[in-house]
């Protein structure tokens, strides 16, 4: 039997085995998930803190306005 395109019984076609829908992620990747979250939101805050200052400074970055 073919499973590559099966029916789930709401309707809906999916590709791959029945088996590929419930596969959980390793510690191991979610833990480089939290990491790559941490390091992105860490950039964002430091970049609107050097954004701040640059505003109340009266150099406010190129393409941006100041409030």
Do not use: Y
Not at 15 to 40: K, N, R, Y
């Amino acid at each position: 039997m073919d499973t590559r395109h099966m029916e789930r019984p709401g309707g809906d076609l999916f590709a791959g085995p029945p088996g590929d829908l419930c596969q959980m992620p390793s510690h191991e990747e979610i833990g480089s998930l939290i990491a790559v979250t941490v390091a992105a939101n860490l950039a964002l805050v430091n970049r609107r803190l050097v954004d701040h200052r640059r505003a109340h400074r009266g150099a406010a970055p190129a393409g941006r306005r100041s409030h």
